[in-house]
């Protein structure tokens, strides 16, 4: 299975930017869909972003228009750039792979907190 590793958390002004990467081990990683999840405390786990291996991307509605989802398959690294963050988006954020059968069957990295407060 494939080991990941996010970073770029932290704390921001809402309004403010932060972009989040995940990196991959293992060769394999262009070949599958990965993503971000988060989960708010009290909340259940829910999804942000995902990508193709051939590229087509998909977003949560509450983040359409501001983070964007990408991968770069040379440094098996997916990244999520997150711009006019509201309060709301304070989560924890993991990445996942998806094998084909789910990401609950999945690889998920450790999270990274994203905090967003004035």
């Known amino acids: 299975q494939v080991q990941l590793v996010e970073s770029g958390g932290g704390l921001v002004q809402p309004g403010g930017s932060l972009r989040l990467s995940c990196v991959a081990s293992?060769?394999?990683?262009?070949?599958?869909?990965t993503g971000w999840y988060c989960q708010a405390p009290g909340k259940q786990r829910e999804l942000v972003a995902r990508?193709?291996?051939?590229?087509?991307?998909n977003y949560a509605d509450s983040v359409k228009g501001r983070f964007t989802i990408s991968r770069d398959n040379a440094k098996n690294t997916v990244y999520l750039q997150m711009n006019s963050l509201k309060p709301d988006d304070t989560a924890v954020y993991y990445c996942?792979?998806?094998?084909?059968?789910?990401?609950?069957?999945?690889?998920w990295g450790q999270g990274t907190r994203v905090t967003v407060s004035s």
């Open positions: 996942y792979v998806d094998y084909g059968y789910g990401p609950s069957l999945g690889s």
């Open positions: 990508i193709t291996g051939d590229g087509t991307t």
């Open positions: 293992g060769s394999v990683f262009r070949l599958y869909t």
